[in-house]
């Protein structure tokens, strides 16, 4: 699966969940109603290097990092 499709997945079928974006990462977190700022973290999908990753080396086309 890309990003995109996990994102998407998740948003559709965790109930509660919402997308935050932040440092240049997309995350899922449990929000039911959007009471707390951001919520629980259940999942990242990192795209690019950070300035304190450069390691994963995430610039290579097709690749990516999911946190969960």
């Known amino acids: 699966m ?4 996990i994102l998407k997945y998740c948003l559709e079928n965790l109930e509660g969940s919402v997308l935050v974006e ?6 899922i977190f449990y929000n039911p109603g959007r009471v707390l700022k951001r919520g629980v973290y259940i999942l990242t999908v ?4 950070g300035d304190n990753d ?6 290579r086309p097709g690749v990516y990092r999911e946190v969960t």
């Open 46 to 49: 990192k795209e690019k290097d």
């Open 54 to 59: 450069k390691g994963s080396k995430l610039d």
């Open 22 to 27: 932040s440092w240049g990462e997309k995350g």
């Open 2 to 5: 890309k990003p995109d499709e």
